[in-house]
């Protein structure tokens, strides 16, 4: 028997997303197909070693400048470090969690490195792996399909 595959759906250029585990809504990402590995802006990381041996993560996401910015630390126990390549061809070690996405009112768990994006214009990154989990292709032409169509069908008519 012929597996049925999903029909794909369509992105815009940029996204509205929001990560429910992180309490963070309306985040603008830019959907990048030269990108592997998703990325979310953060500031202020350590590690630090429990006495019983265990790593965790400190991290602040976004900054002071983004509206969602609510200043309070975040912990993860379940990390890994890996190397990951700029934008700029540079070769860069970085922490990497699973985080929970919503798009299209759907969650999608996918990984994400940490790095201090306040030079970027956009605080999250979404990169190929979503994309091709997801069947999801970019129409450069649009933004916001997920948030609109979120919204449109929760609207009364």
């Not at 126990?77 to 070769?91: H, L, P, T, W, Y």
């Amino acid at each position: 028997m012929k597996k049925q595959r999903v029909p794909k759906r369509v992105v815009g250029r940029r996204e509205l997303v929001d990560f429910p585990e992180l309490q963070l809504w309306g985040v603008e990402a830019k959907v990048d197909t030269g990108a592997y590995t998703g990325a979310i802006h953060c500031s202020n990381m350590h590690e630090e070693v429990r006495p019983d041996g265990r790593r965790v993560l400190h991290v602040q996401l976004l900054d002071p400048s983004h509206p969602n910015f609510d200043g309070r630390p975040m912990q993860f126990a379940a990390f890994s470090r890996r190397d990951i390549r700029s934008s700029n061809g540079e070769v860069q070690e970085r922490y990497v969690i699973r985080a929970v996405l919503r798009l299209f009112n759907e969650d999608i768990e996918t990984e994400f490195s940490l790095s201090d994006r306040s030079d970027m214009r956009y605080p999250v990154l979404i990169g190929r792996s979503l994309l091709r989990q997801r069947r999801l292709v970019v129409d450069v032409l649009r933004r916001n399909v997920s948030y609109r169509e979120t919204h449109r069908a929760a609207r009364p008519r």
